[in-house]
């Protein structure tokens, strides 16, 4: 006998609560051994694609709403005048929020004033992927890039109960009407009751061919945020060491969001 939608998601809601959402990301990522029970699929191909965040270089709110904006109008990303219907790709917070496993004892004021883009990390080992029943979420493995196919979730947000940095937002509300502008034809709407997330502009890199050892993507298969920032976003291949991106780490300290959950994030902040 069949099953259908709303019998799964029952299905499903009964797992939640017999688990329970806090147990799962608990068991997931606050263990120290949470490196070893990680269990995503290796990296295989010659590209991993990160991102470096110049924080300093983003000195005014046009700096971060040029961004926030190339991103979500790309995307057809809808606003909601109400925060517990927001959807975000990539916005900024306070750095108690963006790195809430730092110290937070006497930090600089600078530092307690400057916002920090905040968005999907694309682990190496993801435990939103490790998590989705569908395979809605997955591991790009040839790149790097955590996926969403739109056309499986269920809405289940397993995956937001299991990222530790919050980068998913739920679509309570049909989001269609809600989309400012006109709609970009060559990036699909969403519907109620699925999960979205920061794709690192998988379907705009996939424009021309990957760049070999040494080079870089050119400026129109850039995500659109990179492409706003205006080089304040540094985005390249983190297996080629001759990247610009792996010149930079090279070059200057950075830092990432609660590296010591194991998850390997590829994206890194110079602070």
Known sequence: MGINRRDFLKGLGGTVAALGAAGIVEGLVSDRKAE???????????????????????RTEEDFRRCEEACHKY???PRFNSLKDEIKWIWSDRFE???????????????????????CNHCANPPCVRVCPTQATFKDTSNGITMMDW?????????MAA?????????????????PGELNPDFPTRERGVVEKCTFCAEVIALGEAPGPGEELPEKQMPRCVKASEGRLVFGNLKDPESQIRRTLKATKTIQRKPQLGTQPSVFYIV
Request: net charge positive; with cysteine; aromatic share 14%.
């Open 163 to 179: 990222c530790p940095y919050g980068a998913r937002s739920f679509n309570w509300r049909d989001p269609r009407p809600f989309i």
């Open 75 to 77: 995307h057809n990303v």
């Open 151 to 159: 056309h499986r979730c269920i809405g289940c947000r397993f995956c």
């Open 36 to 58: 070893a029970i990680h269990q995503a699929a290796p990296l295989t191909g010659t590209i991993r694609w990160g991102m470096v965040v110049d924080v300093a270089a983003f």
């Open 97 to 119: 929020n963006v790195f809430p496993s730092a110290s937070h004892q006497f930090v600089s004021e600078k530092m307690e004033e400057q916002r920090y883009f905040a968005l």
